[in-house]
């Protein structure tokens, strides 16, 4: 069972990338998925969750209207896609699975507790 983030790196500043998260060993079929990011000296926060089966989304403020959450259930994979990207959007960015019972009965996809499964993380560094 895994969950794989990849697509980070080096962009300047207004620049676009693409992360994906694909997971193995289970389907994505049943669960949320949310993108959080942890910036050096900083708690691990919620940036981006999309539900299963509605596509219901949810963003920060931060990412409102900069990154859309995405997902592909046919290629077991999520993505965000983050543009006009800021140097205070530099983190490693996760991805991680929540169970959609969970979230449908309340659950702050934003905390990070009760998460059933973590990727590895992608380092995004937004600098000129």
């Known amino acids: 069972v895994q969950l794989q983030a990849s697509g980070g790196g080096l962009v300047q500043p207004g620049g676009s990338l693409r992360l994906s998260c694909a997971a193995s060993g289970f389907t994505l079929s049943g669960y949320a998925i949310t993108w959080f990011r942890q910036a050096p000296g900083k708690e691990r926060e919620g940036v981006a969750c999309?539900?299963?089966?509605?596509?219901?989304?949810y963003y920060a403020d931060s990412a409102k209207g900069r990154f859309a959450i995405s997902r592909n259930d046919a290629k077991n994979t999520g993505y965000l896609q983050m543009s006009s990207l800021k140097p205070e959007d530099t983190a490693v960015y996760y991805c991680a699975t929540l169970s959609i019972v969970r979230l449908m009965s309340g659950k702050n996809w934003s905390e990070r507790g009760d998460y059933d499964f973590w990727g590895q993380g992608t380092q995004v560094t937004v600098s000129s």
């Open positions: 999309i539900s299963y089966g509605d596509g219901i989304t």
